[in-house]
């Protein structure tokens, strides 16, 4: 299970947001882009259908901005994942397909 790195989009956003990945279904890598329009701890973690972590994908202090963040699944079984991002008060969860 690998991340990469995080890409900055230098334009500050007005609300959080988490979009969906793209591509879903995906095989092995997808791209997880979200928005923070301060400055905050953002964590986004993988979840398989029971609920278990399978992945910490960022949990670090970032700028407000506009950000990706790179999933590998290459090491998991195909079928649904949940991801979810929380970042001051903001929690969102959104389901992402591996297919295999």
Same mark, same amino acid.
């Given at each position: 299970l690998t991340t990469t790195g995080t890409e900055e989009n230098k334009?500050? @956003?007005h609300t959080f947001s988490l979009s969906q990945n793209?591509? +879903? @279904?995906? +095989? @092995? +890598?997808t791209i997880i882009k979200y928005q923070i329009p301060d400055r905050c701890i953002a964590?986004?973690?993988v979840y398989d259908e029971l609920g278990?972590?399978?992945?910490?994908?960022? +949990?670090?202090e970032k700028a407000a901005g506009g950000y990706e963040v790179k999933f590998d699944g290459k090491n998991l079984?195909?079928?649904v994942y949940y991801y979810q991002l929380r970042a001051g008060s903001f929690i969102e969860t959104k389901k992402l397909v591996l297919l295999k």
């Open positions: 334009e500050i @956003p793209y591509p +879903n @279904p995906f +095989n @092995p +890598n964590n986004i973690k278990r972590v399978v992945a910490e994908l960022i +949990n670090e079984s195909s079928g």
